[in-house]
């Protein structure tokens, strides 16, 4: 079918599809598109560790004050349970842990839970005996234990959720091979396909994640900021595993429990604090040197699950300090026809997709150049397959150098 649209938006992951929701239930008619996660999947969303975060993970000193810093942790906190109520899920049942041993961070945290006026529940320390009975083998004995509100989430039915709801109300999906290219002249930009198609739009939301950068520059426009990306390990949850979430802010580890819903058992997905700064096109091998640097920092009880997992690079985009923004808030960067955005969290993406349709609202009343050219759709691939996480067993792709 030949048909024309809103606006384009490049990227489905949470944001894209949340705007893409919201925009066709207001009459906007979006076009996503997105590549493919067959073989090995591309975007960020499908990387991460599906964290439902309350701000208590957020250092202070990210932000330009205290209050600043309380103002989205509180937002973080309620936004995320709203996102998981717009799509009809439950709010995570479980808390995680967290362990301590320095002494500046512990004192940074009894600051957090007062300035974010945490119940005892939400947020607690542990007695020592508890802790022990609670850690078991991955008790450390230099450290202080905290249970803190913060749980995974299923990105996998949040996705089907707002792609469904899109879909209902005009939205169309497609994917596409190769990446897309972007050439803005005058007040149009022009997406163009691999295959030599291409579309005109009044507005095109460039929603990429680690893409971003590189489509904003054809569109001449330099974003200011950077990518960071972070090394991920995927393997099989050791059984004794004490909670869905364990981060030890002593080592730099964290590592998320995911269901995986099949016989292999749950997954974990560990992090570290080995990060790499990017300014160019993202490099998703991780090297031998990251990859050692890597295992200095997981804890004894997750070693087996390192040893027979397989690395996978997670991206973030990071603004310059100068921007008044933190990592975490949403950054919408309106250029014209071109908006650049990026939901800081997935747990704020449903905030960052209102911010994100009042700029093409805006674009829309300030230059009233009506729709998209036209681009048949019935002979494009649709985005219409079961959504999975890279933490699923079919996924054998592995970042790893060899």
């Known amino acids: 079918m030949t048909r024309d649209f809103g606006f384009v938006i490049i990227g489905g992951g949470i944001l894209g599809s949340a705007t893409a929701a919201l925009a066709a239930g207001m009459g906007l008619d979006p076009l996503v598109v997105r590549r493919p996660d067959t073989v090995s999947p591309n975007a ?37 349970r709203e996102l998981l109520a717009m799509c009809g899920l439950p709010v995570p049942q479980g808390r995680g842990l967290l362990g301590v041993s320095d002494a500046s961070r512990l004192a940074e945290l009894t600051r957090k839970r007062q300035l974010l006026r945490l119940s005892r529940h939400e947020f607690a320390q542990i007695e020592t005996a508890e802790a022990k009975r609670i850690m078991g083998k991955h008790y450390e004995k230099l450290s202080i234990y905290f249970w803190i509100p913060d749980g995974p989430f299923d990105e996998a039915a949040v996705l089907s959720h707002f792609r469904a709801e899109a879909t209902r109300d005009g939205a169309v999906f497609i994917e596409v091979d190769e990446p897309v290219r972007l050439e803005r002249s005058s007040n149009m930009v022009t997406v163009k396909f691999g295959d030599g198609r291409q579309i005109t739009s009044p507005t095109v939301v460039v929603a990429a994640g680690a893409g971003s950068f590189g489509l904003m520059h054809q569109c001449g426009v330099k974003l200011v900021g950077e990518l960071q990306r972070t090394p991920l390990v995927v393997g099989d949850a050791p059984a004794d595993m004490p909670a869905s979430i364990v981060v030890d802010l002593g080592r730099g580890f964290s590592a998320v429990r995911h269901e995986r819903g099949s016989s292999t058992g749950p997954a974990v997905v560990m992090g570290t604090r080995t990060k790499s700064r990017h300014d160019g096109a993202p490099k998703r091998v991780i090297s031998l040197a990251e990859q050692e640097e890597f295992s200095t920092f997981v804890p004894p009880g997750f070693q087996a699950s390192m040893a027979r997992g397989r690395y996978t690079a997670g991206y973030e985009v990071m603004p310059n300090r100068g921007l008044g923004i933190s990592p975490y808030e949403p950054w919408i960067h309106p250029d014209g026809s071109v908006i650049f955005a990026s939901p800081g969290r997935a747990t704020v993406s449903a905030l960052a997709a209102q911010r994100l349709v009042a700029a093409v609202l805006d674009r829309r009343e300030s230059e009233r150049h009506g729709r998209t050219t036209s681009i048949d759709t019935s002979t494009c691939n649709p985005w219409d397959c079961q959504i999975s996480m890279h933490y699923m067993p079919y996924y054998s792709y592995n970042d790893a150098e060899e």
């Open 44 to 80: 960020d969303t499908l990387r991460n560790q599906g964290w439902l975060q309350s701000g208590v993970m957020y250092p202070i000193s990210h932000f330009a004050s205290e209050q600043a810093y309380a103002n989205f942790a509180a937002q973080t906190f309620f936004a995320g």
